[in-house]
C-alpha cells in the first residue's frame, strides 16, 4: 500500500503583486486497524443485500475472510470492506474477518443468517411504466434451527465475586462462541455465588433450539504478593488474604534464571511463609496461588504476577 506523504513546501498564487500561501495539512501518522463493525443484519433470498465493515487504523486496511465463508451469492470486496450480492440459500453462515494495513492487524467473528423471501417485490421495468409489479418465485429451503440439547456447550471459568454470576458467563459452541439475547437466553440453575461447581439454564433461540444445563467452576481470584523480605539465607513471602474463604495457598519459587519451580502449601489462614536454605547472594522468583477444595475437588485461582527478591543475605 502507499504510504501517505506529509507536505513540505507551501504552494503558492501570484494575485496582484502580492503571494498568497496554501500551507499542505500534514497526514495522520499510521496506526493497526481495529475493527468496529461486530453484528451483521440478516440476509433474505433473492434480495440486494449490502453491508459495508468499518474499522479504525491508517491506512485504511484491507479485508479477508480468514475463517468460514459467507453465505452463497455474497462476497467481500477486500478493498473497501463492503458485502454485497443476492444471497441464494438460507441458512447461519459463521466466518472470521480481518482487516489489515502495514502498522498491524485485528480480526473479528462475525454471522449472516439468510431467511427464505418473505414475497415481497415492487420492482417494475423502466420502459413500461403500467406493467403491474410481479412477485419472482424462488425455491424455499426450510431454515432449521441448531439444536444445543445434543451439542457439547463449555463455559471458561469464572473468578469469584461473591455475587451472583449467573450473566456474567460466556458459552462456546466447540470453539464458537455464541452470543446472549442473540442465540441464547440464560437462567440460573443454581446460587452461583461460591467458589465450586455453577449451573446455568441455556435456552436456544432464533438460530438455535433446545434447552442445556451447562456447568461451569467458580474460581478464587488471583492472590497478590505483597512484600518480600530478604534473610540470611531465607525470604519472607507476604500476600493479600483472598476473598472465598480459600482452603490452601500454595507459595512457589525458583532461582532467577532457572526453569523449575519449588512449592510449598499452606494453611488458607495464613498470609506469609518463610522460604529457607536459599543460596547467599542470589536473587529468587516468587508467585502465590490459592485453592478452595469442595466435595474433594479443589478450585484453583490463577497465579500472581511473579515478583523477584533481592539478593539473599
Known amino acids: ?51 459495508k465493515l468499518t474499522a479504525t487504523g491508517t491506512p485504511s486496511p484491507g479485508w479477508t475472510i480468514v475463517s468460514g465463508s459467507l453465505p452463497d451469492g455474497l462476497s467481500l470486496s477486500s478493498w473497501s470492506g463492503e458485502i454485497s450480492g443476492t444471497p441464494t440459500k438460507t441458512g447461519v453462515f459463521d466466518f472470521i474477518i480481518e482487516a489489515s494495513n502495514e502498522s498491524g492487524s485485528d480480526t473479528e467473528s462475525l454471522m449472516i443468517k439468510v431467511v427464505a423471501d418473505s414475497g415481497t417485490s415492487t420492482d417494475v421495468p423502466v420502459d413500461d411504466p403500467f406493467t403491474v409489479p410481479t412477485v419472482p418465485e424462488y425455491p424455499v429451503e426450510p431454515v432449521t434451527a441448531i439444536d444445543l440439547t445434543g451439542e457439547h456447550l463449555t463455559i471458561p471459568d469464572v473468578v469469584y465475586t461473591g455475587k451472583e454470576l449467573t450473566h456474567s458467563v460466556k458459552v462456546y459452541l466447540g470453539t464458537h462462541e455464541l452470543f446472549a439475547d ?10 452461583n455465588t461460591a467458589i465450586g461447581d455453577a449451573a446455568v439454564t441455556v435456552t436456544g433461540v432464533n438460530a438455535y433450539a433446545g434447552v ?20 540470611k539465607k531465607q525470604v519472607t513471602v507476604k500476600w493479600a488474604k483472598a476473598a472465598g474463604d480459600v482452603s490452601k495457598y500454595q507459595v512457589s519459587y525458583r532461582l ?28 529468587y522468583q516468587f508467585r502465590v496461588r490459592s485453592y478452595k477444595t469442595v466435595s474433594k475437588i479443589s478450585y484453583t485461582s490463577a497465579w500472581s504476577a511473579v515478583k523477584a527478591s533481592a539478593k539473599v543475605k
Do not use: C
Not at 444445563?213 to 481470584?221: D, E, G, L, Q
Not at 523449575?260 to 536454605?277: M, N, Q, Y
Open 212 to 231: 442445556v444445563t451447562v456447568h461451569f467452576n467458580i474460581i478464587p481470584k488471583a492472590v497478590k504478593i505483597s512484600k518480600l523480605t530478604v534473610g
Open 182 to 191: 442473540v442465540d441464547y437466553t440464560v437462567e440460573a440453575a443454581g446460587p
Open 256 to 283: 532467577k534464571g532457572s526453569s523449575a519451580w519449588k512449592t510449598k502449601t499452606v494453611d488458607g489462614s495464613k498470609t506469609s511463609l518463610v522460604i529457607k536454605s536459599l543460596k547467599k547472594g542470589k536473587v
Open 1 to 51: 500500500m502507499l504510504r501517505k506523504l506529509i507536505a513540505s513546501a507551501a504552494a503558492f498564487a501570484v494575485l496582484g503583486f502580492g503571494l498568497v500561501s496554501v500551507s499542505a495539512a500534514q497526514a495522520a501518522p499510521d496506526a493497526a486497524p481495529s475493527i468496529i463493525t461486530s453484528v451483521l443484519p440478516e440476509g433474505e433470498i433473492g434480495h440486494t443485500y449490502k453491508r
